[in-house]
Each structure stands twice: as C-alpha cells, then as structure tokens.
C-alpha cells in the first residue's frame, strides 16, 4: 500500500508490503534509485517475514524536490530520512537494508540512532567509498580499497549526461549504465529492465530540473567518505556480487571485518540485483535473521 509520509516541508513516497504486525524492515536505495527499483517480488518475498518500506528519496520519484543550491544536504541528512519516515510509521525500531549509497545511509544510522535499528544488511556496498569518489573525478590513485574497474569509469564518461527530456536517449543511457554495473560474470537481460525504467520514467517528478541526480552526487561529495569510526550497534550482514565492477568485493570483506559481520558473497552478481540472484540473496538474508 502506498503511503505519502510528511516530515516537516518534506513529502516522502513509501509503499508497505506485507503485515503491520511484523517486525519492520526498510530498503534505502542507491544514488537517485527510484524505491521501486526494489522489485514486486522481491518486496513480496520479504514480506512472508516482515513489514516491508520502500521509498523514495528525496529528489527521486515522487518525494520531495529540493532546491539544492539554496538548501544543500548531505548523507547525514538522507540517513536522517530514514528515521524521518520510520517516525511516519511510528516504527520504533526496523531492520535496515541498505544496498551501495543505502549502505552508507544505514551505516550512518547505526552510529547516529543506534536506538532505532534490530539490524544492518549493506548490499553492493562499502565501508569506505572514497577510492571510487575519487577515481570518478579521475584520480586513479592507489588507495586502502581499490576504485570501480577503468572500463565502466570509460564507459560512464562515455555515456555523458543523461537527459529525461528525451525518452529514448534516456532509456539508451540508463540501459547502457545498467549493463556496465552488471559487470561481465551474469547475462545482462535488458528485457528485464526496460519495464522498471519505463515506469521510473513515468513516475518521476517532471517539475525536478533534468541534472537532478548531481544532487545525489554532490551530498556523496559532502561525505562522510569513510565508515571506520562507526561502531557495529546491532547485528550486521554484507552481501556482495563477485563481480561488482563499482566496488570490488575486497570492499566487502574489508567492511565485513570490521563489523564482525556475517559475509555473503553471491558468486557473478554485479553491481545491481537482477531477478535472478532475488532468491540467493533472499536466503541469505533469512538465514541471517534466523
């Protein structure tokens, strides 16, 4: 069931699944992921367990646009978002599953409402993004972690902006994105994807100017980069595909030892989480909560 939760000036899309009275569980997207990129089926496999929220965030979807020059915000305000939206629900405490900048926002959960959480779940995500911030900028620099593989840096410079002005363009782009994320490991089935674009497409706020991912972008620039200094509050898993070409899965198990966490490795996932690893990762995610 949709739901608009109001938080002072801001407005936020959520959609629940499943029973109120189940212990809660919230999917915090990536940089300028729509909520719905957290697919049916996968909200309504955890749902058998738990009381699923996904949502927008703010300017994505159909939250909130914000004019970013003149009230700039960073992760610790979007990590503040979740907490926003769980005191929409009057949650108390919810599970958090937070999947590449997700993880960064429910990390920072973790060290700023720890009170709040029965659990973490970083996917495709890191404790430290600050090689693959740079590499974007093109410092390629050595670094603790190493940066995203210089073919998908190349590609990205190569598909340049992406304008929701033109339909198809947008589409051509996006789908290009998609694919350099999957990596080279699992068949990229842009069949599966055209759909979920398609609707992301139709649902988007059209009032928000077309660069307004670099909002995304510019709140990662304010940091916090690094995660070392958060301390794990409640228990935390790490799942990650072998074959992230954005954060290579050293990223996962340098984060995985420094929560003590339980690792998961899902062997020929990429950056992304086609259908056909839902089930794997759904798995693991249960045994987890076991």
């Given amino acids: 069931m949709e739901q608009i939760v109001q938080s002072d000036s801001l407005a936020f899309w959520t959609e629940n699944f499943g029973d109120a009275k189940n212990s809660a569980l919230i999917l915090i997207m990536g940089v300028a992921g729509q909520g719905i990129m957290w697919s049916d089926s996968f909200c309504t496999l955890l749902s058998k367990y738990f009381f699923v929220i996904r949502y927008d965030h703010r300017d994505v979807g159909q939250s909130s ?11 610790r305000d979007l990590s503040n ?21 997700g993880g960064y926002l429910a990390q920072l959960c973790m060290q700023q409402k720890p009170e709040r959480l029965l ?38 410079k190569t598909i340049g902006a992406i304008d929701p002005s033109d339909f198809d363009s947008w589409l051509f782009k996006s789908l290009k ?12 089935d842009e069949a599966e994807w055209v759909p979920i674009l398609e609707k992301a497409y ?9 660069n307004i991912m670099h909002n995304h972008v510019m709140a990662c ?9 958060v301390q794990a509050t409640c228990p935390v898993h790490v799942i990650h595909g072998s074959a992230d070409p954005m954060l290579p899965v050293v990223h996962a198990r340098k984060t995985a030892s420094h929560y003590n966490a339980t690792l998961t490795i899902i062997e020929g996932m990429g950056h992304a989480r086609p259908k056909a690893f839902e089930n794997e990762i759904v798995t693991a995610m249960e045994q987890f909560y076991a």
Avoid: C, W
Avoid at 65 to 75: D, F, T
Avoid at 203 to 210: G, H, S
């Fill in 81 to 101: 978002d979740v907490i926003r939206i769980l005191d929409g629900y009057n949650i108390q405490k919810a599970h958090l599953v937070g999947t590449s900048m």
């Fill in 202 to 210: 139709l649902r988007r706020n059209k009032d928000m100017p077309p």
């Fill in 119 to 156: 659990s973490v779940t970083l996917i495709m995500s890191t404790i430290d993004f600050s090689s693959m911030s740079k590499a974007m900028l093109g410092n390629l620099a050595a670094n603790d972690l190493p940066p995203p593989e210089k073919e998908v840096l190349d590609g990205l």
């Fill in 221 to 229: 620039a304010q940091g916090p980069m690094t995660y070392y200094n």
């Fill in 65 to 75: 646009h914000i004019n970013y020059m003149a009230k700039p915000y960073g992760l």
């Fill in 177 to 188: 994105v998609l694919k350099l994320f999957n990596g080279k490991e699992s068949q990229f």
